[in-house]
């Protein structure tokens, strides 16, 4: 199984330029997560689904939209891209949130100049 | 949502035993205990979870107060490789199908 695949790994954008941020599970997890880490910070949620068709708002989803077709695709989208979104990003998933073990991606580090 | 609080850093030398503390005092009775940890320049990894009981797995030891107002990740022989960031967080009906991480307990290991 290849986990949680996050593509691209490194990305910069211009000011006020969009992208999607790809993430795919191979797990058949219904939880997909995605977080953003500043420099020397902790992770903050963006948004998450419980499965298919269902997502919700995090702490920061400001600037950010995602979408569910899928239980494997999970992406994450950028409108409008400004410098305060300079971040690490990291996409999750797990099959039970509470006794099974969260699979991270390698993440998405990405600058907006 | 679920609220954890961990002291921001510690300090370990190697090859002794590490006792990293957190504190959930707004805990509900069906909330899972869940540590992770996070090595420079990478992404999280799972450590340990629990809910009631003490729990051991080939990482660590995880110890749950009583009460389940506090838990303790125990590293039995810290080594360099140690070195990191310990999240401690809790799933289950306080966060609802929120994962929240705080900021966590940075580690350092000293040889």
């Known amino acids: 199984n290849a986990g949680v695949t996050q593509t691209p790994k490194f990305r910069i954008l211009k000011i006020g330029q969009s992208m999607t941020l790809q993430c795919t599970q191979d797990?058949?997890?219904?939880?997909m997560y995605w977080y953003r880490q500043d420099p020397g910070m902790g992770l903050k949620l963006i948004y998450y689904?419980?499965?298919?068709?269902?997502?919700d708002k995090g702490e920061v989803p400001n600037g950010y939209n995602v979408s569910r077709s899928t239980t494997e695709d999970f992406p994450l989208r950028l409108e409008l891209a400004a410098p305060s979104q300079t971040s690490v990003y990291f996409c999750?998933?797990?099959?039970?949130?509470?006794?099974?073990?969260?699979?991270f991606g390698e993440g998405s580090r990405l600058t907006v100049l | 949502d679920a609220k954890t609080t961990q002291p921001n850093s510690m300090e370990s030398n190697e090859e002794e035993p590490v006792h990293l503390p957190c504190n959930h005092s707004t805990i509900s009775g069906t909330d899972y205990i869940h540590w992770y940890r996070q090595l420079p320049s990478q992404g999280p990894e799972y450590v340990i979870h629990?809910?009631?009981s003490n729990v051991n797995n080939r990482m660590a030891s995880l110890a749950i107060a009583e009460d389940r107002k506090s838990s303790t990740l125990i590293l039995h022989r810290a080594t360099l490789r140690d070195a990191a960031v310990y999240y401690c967080i809790l799933s289950g009906k306080t966060s609802y199908d929120k994962v929240i991480f705080g900021p966590g307990t940075s580690l350092s290991v000293i040889p």
């Open positions: 797990m058949n997890h219904n939880y």
């Open positions: 689904s419980v499965g298919a068709g269902i997502t």
């Open positions: 629990g809910l009631t």
């Open positions: 999750a998933s797990w099959s039970h949130k509470n006794t099974g073990e969260l699979f």
